[in-house]
């Protein structure tokens, strides 16, 4: 099974920017899928970010569009989620999730992706303070 650990979680003001990482162990297929929840106190779960990493092809909850970029480094096996013009109601764990192999690509085209990844990681705390 994969292992994801994320990283660069924190506080900052309203207007502000972060960036996210998240590691993947090893996988067995050469595409998959790498994307990013997030879970504020009360809320339900929501699907960010994703990213297929055999094209490339991305999706975003309309909430972050224009404000997140979600990239990746393949030789690194490596998801990055750059957070710009952040809102309080930005403020959320976030985690990692990923799903392996090439049909999770029809997840994204579809968006249907938060559905039916699994969130894997421990999490990274993102604050934002107006």
């Known amino acids: 099974q994969v292992q994801l650990l994320e990283s660069g979680g924190g506080s900052v003001q309203a207007g502000g920017s972060l960036r996210l990482s998240c590691a993947a162990s090893?996988?067995?297929?050469?595409?998959?899928?790498m994307a990013w929840f997030r879970q504020a106190p009360g809320k339900e779960r929501e699907g960010v970010a994703i990213i297929y990493t055999g094209d490339g092809n991305t999706d975003y909850a309309d909430s972050v569009k224009d404000r997140f970029t979600i990239s990746l480094d393949n030789a690194k096996n490596t998801v990055y989620l750059q957070m710009n013009s952040l809102k309080p109601e930005d403020t959320a764990t976030y985690y990692c999730?990923?799903?392996?192999?090439?049909?999770?690509?029809?997840?994204?085209?579809?968006?249907?992706?938060?559905?039916?990844?699994?969130?894997r990681g421990q999490g990274t705390l993102v604050t934002v303070s107006s």
């Open positions: 999730a990923t799903s392996e192999g090439p049909p999770c690509q029809y997840l994204v085209l579809a968006r249907t992706w938060p559905r039916y990844l699994e969130v």
């Open positions: 090893r996988f067995t297929y050469s595409s998959n899928c």
